[in-house]
């Protein structure tokens, strides 16, 4: 019979290598019992494992789908928010021409009115949220809209010019009192009105494209996400403000500037009609992104319970095989240990 030789140190070794194995596999199920997934894809799949990787795939696309969702729905709500502000000032407005209009109320009042109606439309068309500005259009980058009052703006300096080149003095001129409603109501429609709803308000007033942002909601569909400074309404509440504005800080004549009250109270009326209706859709378009989101949410539910058939581990198994595992590791060190005192020294003593 052929001797075999055994050695301390060859017992070590065997155990240290039982050892190492024991604690990768420790790794791999402590990771099936975290997950409740296998910690192989690739090994305990097979030929499957393509299956699972299309099905990961499909679901990331989806989460980032509600992702993307969120931000639209915080993006409307936001701009939804806007435009009952800008309904509200533009009440505030009419009321004021309404009393202008009986003639009850001071020049100033109503000039104010128109300034403050001015300054309250620009804040909040200027607006933005995550660094994009709500109202831009596609120019998300790029301020919507001028600042009227500024002594700069181009749109006073074109307002300016078209009175001047009409009566051939300005507004606070002592003539101006000469000017009357049938003149005043010419102006306004022949050169007034092209600087708000024709080409002058993308040459004066806006930055805005007439394009809105586009945002792809589910994997088949896209809607509008946004608004444009450039809508009809929000050019009427300008023009109403600027009209009352410069009307009632002039030196027209009273019978002039009741004329300026009734058109600039009309506008104003039809913009809060047009931004009603703008609101409305707004808020269809916000319940198709929370429908999109339930549905996408929905489909996420059912790849979620596929790659769980596909990669689940029993939880309860995972914990066992995790703490056999732990209890011969544990084993393992402790013979180690005693293999480790064994020595010729202590069997002869």
Do not use: C
């Amino acid at each position: 019979m052929k001797a075999v030789s055994v050695s301390s140190a060859a017992i070590s070794n065997a155990m240290r290598y039982s050892q190492t194995r024991m604690q990768v596999d420790l790794v791999k199920a402590q990771k099936e019992m975290d997950s409740g997934r296998v910690a192989d894809t690739g090994l305990a799949l097979g030929a499957r494992s393509a299956q699972a990787v299309n099905f990961h795939r499909d679901l990331d696309r989806l989460n980032a789908l509600v992702d993307s969702n969120a931000l639209v729905s915080a993006r409307l709500k936001s701009t939804q928010d806007s435009l009952g502000q800008i309904v509200s000032v533009t009440q505030d407005l009419v009321n004021a021409l309404t009393v202008a209009v009986a003639g009850d109320s001071p020049d100033s009042v109503t000039a104010k009115s128109g300034s403050t109606m001015l300054q309250s439309l620009t804040t909040i068309l200027n607006s933005s949220m995550n660094g994009e500005y709500l109202f831009a259009g596609t120019n998300t980058d790029v301020r919507p809209v001028e600042d009227y009052l500024d002594p700069a703006s181009p749109a006073k300096a074109a307002f300016d010019a078209a009175f001047h080149a009409r009566f051939g003095f300005t507004k606070d001129d002592p003539a101006a009192a000469d000017i009357s409603a049938t003149d005043i109501e010419s102006f306004i429609t022949d050169l007034v009105e092209p600087q708000f709803l024709g080409a002058g308000w993308e040459a004066n007033w806006s930055n805005a494209t007439d394009q809105t942002i586009v945002s792809r909601i589910a994997l088949n569909e896209t809607t509008p996400a946004s608004v444009s400074a450039n809508n009809e309404g929000l050019r009427k509440a300008a023009m109403a403000a600027v009209l009352a504005y410069e009307a009632f800080s002039g030196n027209l004549d009273e019978e002039a500037k009741s004329a300026v009250a009734r058109r600039a109270q009309a506008l104003a009326g039809e913009a809060i009609a047009d931004l009603g209706q703008l609101q409305s859709q707004t808020g269809i378009i916000q319940n198709r992104v929370s429908e999109a989101s339930t549905r996408i949410n929905t489909q996420i539910d059912l790849f979620e319970r596929h790659i769980i058939d596909l990669e689940g581990v029993d939880p309860y198994e995972a914990a066992n095989r995790v703490n056999d595992l732990m209890a011969h590791i544990q084993t393992s060190f402790a013979l180690t240990a005693r293999i480790q005192q064994l020595s010729l020294l202590n069997y002869l003593t």
